[in-house]
């Protein structure tokens, strides 16, 4: 798939964005509209709607594409082209009314993120990228940070919620990096922990048991704006695995490290 038709479906996948996250930023939820999926994994009205929303228009802009989708909308496309979709990525944060949660829209072509849409309608922050292209936040060029050692890095990393076979080796490591950096955050959107390490708010990111739809823009976002996305042993193909490293490119080795320590 050539640049310049990327650079026209990401003109539309930003409209798309950001009147379907308009739209739910104005929903209101109540108890009755929350449910469990399971353990502490919530879904409301507004993540099937928006992804309904999100499925319908984008089979109308590319027809030939898949879904790859978190609440399960649509069929993947075995040719190897989908849109990897998380239509509220931040549940828990929405449904308590903490305003950090977004729109994660990806194309993938073999796996490999080839375009990214992560917006934040609360903050009305709109990050993109095309792979070849750079990546922006609003129109202006991103990139990540040019923190060069690990002592002077803020980073964010998430808490699983219903996996909890490795708890133990993790928080061993939240300990060690804890003493090792300037700090930690723990927003509750992946796809906002790494739009944030792209334009250099953050300098890394890590977490484990994500899914596609979590990270698929975010890869492509990053590495456009000059940063290193992995899995925790370096594979560079992470978004169908099961955890992440993102960094800017000066600590990605002091960070991988750190992390092997507790997860080799």
Known sequence: MDKNT?????????????????????????????????????????????????????????????FVAEEGTGERNLSGINWVIDPLDGTTNFVHGVPVWCTSIALTVNDQPVLGVIYDPKQ???????????????????????????STALLATGFPYDDFGRQDQYF???????????????LGSAALDMAWTACGRLDGFYEYGLSPWDIAAGTIIIREAG????????NENPV??????????????????IIEKHFS
């Open 6 to 66: 990327l650079l026209q479906l990401l003109a539309k996948v930003k409209d798309i964005s950001r009147e379907t996250g308009n739209w739910m930023a104005e929903q209101v939820i109540v108890k009755q509209h929350i449910e469990e999926k399971t353990f502490n994994n919530l879904v409301t009205y507004v993540d099937k709607e928006s992804e309904k929303k999100f499925v319908e228009a984008l089979s109308k802009l590319f027809p030939e594409a898949g």
């Open 124 to 150: 009305k922050e709109l990050f993109s990228a095309v792979k070849g292209s750079g990546a922006w936040l609003n129109g202006e060029r991103i990139t990540t940070s040019d923190v060069h050692q690990l």
């Open 172 to 186: 061993r490591l939240l300990k060690d990096i804890t003493r090792t950096t300037r700090g930690m955050r723990r």
């Open 227 to 234: 940063g290193t996305v992995t899995t925790f042993n370096g």
């Open 240 to 257: 169908f695995g099961n955890d992440i490293i993102c960094s800017n490119p000066h600590i990605y080795g002091e960070l991988k490290a």
